[in-house]
């Protein structure tokens, strides 16, 4: 659409200084940066990795601020496996009716292992989880499993004083 005529002297020095700053940085990226360019379609975008929070300064929003939406996407991602293994065992079930315990037994185990494992990473922490309430469960768990051994197995023994036993 061609630009309307200038009203006066001021509008006429603008868009010639308009155009002479924007004019080469249009004509770069309309003649070179876009015709190199790979298009994917949205469903199909591939956004890099970004570092994870705990290699992010306590300062640093911009790093912190990538962390999270990484964070939130890789948490979608993981939430789409899961649904798509729950409804490949619910259609095996539908289909193997009689035998489906035995027939389905597979995917049910990929799919309770994948459940506990979406567990672990998420479970417990809420609609508004962010990447730091992530690292820090990380870090307790790991915490606790030094301390008491796997989470789930029972805790190490303890001896009189309180202390717990080392098998040293």
């Given at each position: 659409?061609?630009?309307?005529?200038?009203?006066?002297?001021?509008?006429?020095?603008?868009?010639?200084?308009?155009?002479?700053?924007?004019?080469?940085?249009?004509?770069?990226?309309?003649?070179?940066?876009?015709?190199?360019?790979?298009?994917?379609?949205?469903?199909?975008?591939?956004?890099?990795?970004?570092?994870?929070?705990?290699?992010?300064?306590?300062?640093?929003?911009?790093?912190?601020?990538?962390?999270?939406?990484?964070?939130?996407?890789?948490?979608?991602?993981?939430?789409?496996?899961?649904?798509?293994?729950r409804q490949r065992f619910e259609d095996c079930v539908l289909y193997e009716q009689p035998d489906h315990e035995r027939k389905c037994r597979s995917l049910l185990d990929t799919y309770e292992k994948a459940a506990e494992n979406w567990f672990i990473k998420y479970g417990d922490l809420g609609g508004y989880a962010n990447a730091k309430t992530a690292y820090m469960k990380q870090k307790h768990r790991m915490i606790w499993e030094r301390r008491h051994g796997p989470v789930g197995t029972g805790m190490k023994t303890v001896d009189g004083e309180g202390d717990v036993a080392s098998e040293h």
């Amino acid at each position: 659409m061609p630009e309307a005529p200038a009203r006066n002297p001021l509008d006429s020095f603008l868009n010639a200084v308009q155009a002479t700053i924007d004019g080469p940085v249009t004509w770069f990226r309309e003649k070179i940066v876009e015709p190199n360019r790979q298009t994917y379609p949205w469903y199909h975008q591939k956004f890099r990795r970004v570092p994870s929070i705990d290699q992010c300064y306590t300062d640093d929003a911009v790093c912190i601020f990538e962390a999270n939406q990484q964070f939130k996407r890789d948490k979608m991602v993981d939430n789409e496996i899961l649904a798509i293994l729950r409804q490949r065992f619910e259609d095996c079930v539908l289909y193997e009716q009689p035998d489906h315990e035995r027939k389905c037994r597979s995917l049910l185990d990929t799919y309770e292992k994948a459940a506990e494992n979406w567990f672990i990473k998420y479970g417990d922490l809420g609609g508004y989880a962010n990447a730091k309430t992530a690292y820090m469960k990380q870090k307790h768990r790991m915490i606790w499993e030094r301390r008491h051994g796997p989470v789930g197995t029972g805790m190490k023994t303890v001896d009189g004083e309180g202390d717990v036993a080392s098998e040293h």
